[in-house]
């Protein structure tokens, strides 16, 4: 249950990264709950594999372990896209830096 509540404020992070970078968010979102998924199965079958089914607290700890990678992978992606710009800012030109001419 606590899992659910941090992968609830790790898609706003995620998101709040999309939005940043002019992405949707609820796509960033989703793609976040996807890979959290993917990545805790991956790990629980990983966890089998080395401790057997017998340790259950070493396949819920691999599993979780992993999930968060799963975040870390999505994360890794966003932060590799370029922000947006704001080209709100007037430019300046060599030209704008001299001083003002006398017209006498």
């Known amino acids: 249950m606590i899992e659910l509540i941090a992968l609830?404020?790790?898609c706003k992070i995620n998101g709040r990264l999309a939005a940043q970078k002019g992405l949707k968010p609820l796509t960033w979102k989703i793609y976040t709950i996807f890979a959290w998924i993917?990545?805790?199965v991956i790990?629980?079958?990983l966890g089998l594999v080395l401790f057997g089914k017998d340790n259950l607290g070493?396949?819920?700890a691999i599993?979780?372990?992993s999930a968060f990678g799963?975040?870390?992978f999505i994360r890794y992606v966003l932060d590799k896209k370029p922000?947006?710009?704001n080209d709100d800012l007037p430019r300046t030109g060599i030209?704008?830096?001299r001083p003002p001419r006398r017209t006498s």
């Open 70 to 72: 799963g975040y870390l």
């Open 8 to 10: 609830y404020f790790l």
């Open 43 to 45: 790990g629980v079958i």
């Open 83 to 85: 922000d947006v710009v």
């Open 63 to 65: 599993g979780l372990v």
């Open 95 to 97: 030209d704008d830096l």
């Open 38 to 40: 993917v990545a805790e």
């Open 58 to 60: 070493s396949l819920a």
